[in-house]
């Protein structure tokens, strides 16, 4: 009756969050209430009720399709979730003035943590593939966080701007804009994207990234111009700025379809700019007459990298449910640990095949690397400018969160592997507790204290926890290799951050471009094929990881232990529903190697006809640092989920420890007061009876 009565309790929860009227502004905080009480629901009931045998089906609408999505998972339901949060915080932030007492900062932090919302779904995006809803998955999430970022930095920059500060720093946020902006309209024209995000709105992406370029150049050009009033020799640089800042505001304002505030914002910084321009010029041919350079050769401002996504501190997704206790008299203490038991070897096995696969794909990139390819191919051949193929790649690594998205899930290993720590040091200690009050006990008692001792007893527990804490450390050391191979490269790595725009000016033209020939179709084609596998690879490690992740064989295990089936018989069908992927990846890995064989062949022929000094180019080697930085980054990104996938693990493995010593505790406080009462109505009144830990109740709670 309490498990009825919880279960309607969560199907009220979320009747609250689909029926709420998201519009009004004054129900924002009811609505985000309503939003993360659920949340805590699902939490609950994703650890205890399986889906397929309750027969509950989730219905979401895709927000740009509008298609309607049900789905049996509880994944879909979470991240549904995390994206309304999300949604609600930029619905806030839109809604408050920036004129309003306080307002700049108030809506800065609705904007950052709107994105830190979406950052979280983020996380379970590339797992979300499979549902196949456009808003959640990775192109959008990525370009939602853009935008909000970059209005995030307004913020700061109007406040600046309006108390007349620093010129220096109102073109670093300027220039931060910019490239936010230019970010969300990049991946907007990715083919994912492309149909569902609006022509206007790309029009206005792209107007804000031109608009907010300009008038980096144009706060730059104010210390050039005072730096050369002094010295005398400079002063055409600030030009030379304003030129390019006029460049950039006029294209902007050729943009179609601008109007509104958009396009008076337009019209002040183009006259702003535009007067600017004619008294810096008028100045420099009467006093200074110095030398304009090509505004094309100027450095930009500095990006600032201040403001990151922020999940809001005041939204507690993970707080338990009052009453959720009822939960664990659904299923038997003894089918959690089975449960536990098929969940390792659905990780073992997951395990293997990822490092099947991680290593077939290293010895290629490894090969490929050795060799300069694809960068080769492309640096010779493409005379300048970034390939499409190598720019397609970073966009994927930005669209995934780029650095800020590695850094942050590092932190989360290390976070989730000091939370296992705690855990497993806590039992021990509970461990500890009981035996050392069994031991004082012992001594006062002296041989009338006739049970088992603690440490005899309870040495499974601490031997089940010791391997854990062993594999903890070894986790440990991973993260850690992770970590310093990350910020080993940080030079490279930043780049992957950047526009095309600002990595094109980075990379040096071939000043002879080389006709395509057999060799070179032959090579090219060898690269699409391996990379075409080796993508099919990991999206089967993807897909597998989706399902092992969701696989749950609770009612299978309950209908083992009420037939007296051997676990092994249940365990060993249920492994064979994996097997065709295993079967998928060997197949794939054989195509690889076979593949790769063909590489070299192809790139000795390719060799052999350019000849040893087109493949040591300067060029070459600057695009072969953007390809050996996109494939890191792809392999760190890895790392994190096959970590974050093992710290789920092995808390599932001490959750199963921790109910089996609260059972054992228990049982230990009650024979130890029965034990106490009968010594004592023998007559051991003169012993003085110790303080008792935990005399009447189970320390982890009754089941």
Not at 40 to 54: D, H, Q, T
Not at 501 to 515: H, V
Not at 671 to 698: C, M, T, W
Request: hydrophobic share 35%; with cysteine.
């Amino acid at each position: 009756e309490k498990v009825r009565s919880f279960i309607l309790e969560a199907e009220k929860a979320r009747e609250r969050v689909v029926l709420a009227d998201y519009s009004n502004p004054d129900q924002a905080n009811q609505n985000l209430q309503n939003l993360t009480t659920y949340y805590r629901f699902v939490n609950v009931l994703e650890a205890k009720l399986p889906l397929s045998s309750a027969g509950i089906r989730f219905t979401w609408y895709d927000s740009l399709t509008k298609r309607k999505k049900l789905d049996s998972s509880y994944l879909l339901e979470k991240v549904s979730i995390l994206y309304n949060i999300g949604a609600l915080y930029s619905q806030l932030g839109a809604g408050t003035s920036l004129e309003a007492p306080d307002g700049h900062k108030t809506v800065m932090n609705y904007y950052q943590t709107a994105a830190g919302c979406f950052d979280e779904v983020r996380k379970f995006s590339l797992d979300m593939r499979e549902v196949q809803m456009i808003d959640v998955s990775p192109e959008h999430i990525s370009f939602m966080i853009n935008i909000l970022i970059g209005q995030a930095y307004y913020c700061m920059y109007d406040k600046l701007f309006k108390s007349s500060g620093s010129k220096p720093n109102l073109a670093k946020l300027a220039i931060t804009m910019s490239r936010n902006f230019r970010k969300s309209y990049d991946v907007s024209k990715d083919s994912v994207l492309y149909k569902h995000i609006g022509e206007e709105i790309r029009n206005i992406l792209y107007f804000q990234y031109l608009l907010f370029y300009s008038a980096s150049q144009y706060w730059l050009s104010f210390e050039d111009r005072e730096k050369g009033s002094q010295t005398g020799d400079g002063f055409g640089k600030g030009v030379a700025r304003l030129k390019k800042a006029l460049e950039s505001i006029e294209k902007a304002m050729r943009v179609k379809g601008i109007r509104g505030r958009y396009l008076e914002n337009g019209r002040t910084y183009l006259q702003m700019i535009r007067s600017e321009k004619e008294s810096a010029e008028k100045e420099n041919l009467s006093i200074y007459m110095d030398s304009i350079p090509d505004p094309n050769t100027l450095e930009e401002a500095e990006e600032i990298t201040r403001l990151v996504p922020q999940f809001p501190k005041t939204i507690d997704i993970h707080s338990k449910i009052e009453g959720q206790e009822c939960m664990n008299e659904l299923v038997p203490p003894s089918v959690l640990a089975a449960m536990a038991e098929y969940k390792e070897l659905l990780n073992q096995m997951l395990v293997s095949e990822t490092e099947k696969v991680n290593y077939i794909s290293d010895q290629l990139y490894e090969t490929m690397s050795n060799m300069g390819l694809p960068t080769k191919l492309e640096a010779t051949i493409g005379g300048k400018g970034l390939p499409d193929s190598l720019w397609k790649k970073i966009l994927q690594n930005q669209s995934q969160g780029g650095v800020n998205y590695v850094n942050q899930g590092l932190q989360n290993l290390d976070n989730f592997s000091a939370n296992n720590e705690r855990f497993a040091n806590e039992l021990l200690n509970s461990l500890t507790q009981e035996e050392n009050e069994d031991n004082t006990l012992r001594q006062m008692y002296g041989h009338n204290w006739s049970r088992p001792q603690s440490s005899a007893l309870n040495i499974h527990f601490k031997n089940d926890i010791s391997n854990l804490k062993t594999k903890l450390a070894q986790a440990k050391e991973v993260d850690q290799e992770n970590k310093n191979r990350w910020e080993s490269n940080q030079e490279s790595l930043q780049l992957l951050g950047k526009s095309k725009r600002e990595i094109e000016a980075l990379i040096p033209e071939r000043n002879t471009q080389t006709q395509s020939s057999t060799t070179y179709e032959e090579l090219n084609n060898a690269i699409e094929n391996v990379e075409t596998v080796n993508k099919e690879l990991f999206d089967e490690v993807a897909r597998l990881n989706t399902t092992v992740e969701q696989e749950n064989i609770i009612e299978e295990i309950i209908r083992m232990e009420e037939l007296k089936i051997p676990k092994e018989q249940v365990f060993e069908k249920e492994m064979s529903k994996f097997e065709e992927s295993k079967q998928l990846i060997e197949q794939k890995t054989g195509e690889m190697r076979a593949g790769m064989e063909r590489l070299m062949n192809a790139n000795q022929n390719y060799d052999t006809e350019m000849g040893a000094i087109e493949s040591e180019s300067e060029r070459t080697r600057v695009l072969q640092n953007l390809e050996n930085a996109t494939n890191l980054f792809g392999k760190i990104v890895g790392k994190i989920s096959s970590g974050l996938q093992f710290y789920n693990n092995l808390s599932r493995h001490l959750t199963v420890i921790q109910q089996s010593i609260s059972d054992f505790i228990y049982a230990r406080n009650i024979e130890k007061n029965d034990l106490i009462a009968r010594l004592s109505s023998q007559g051991n009144f003169g012993v003085h009876q110790p303080s008792q830990g935990y005399p009447y109740h189970n320390p982890y709670g009754s089941r």
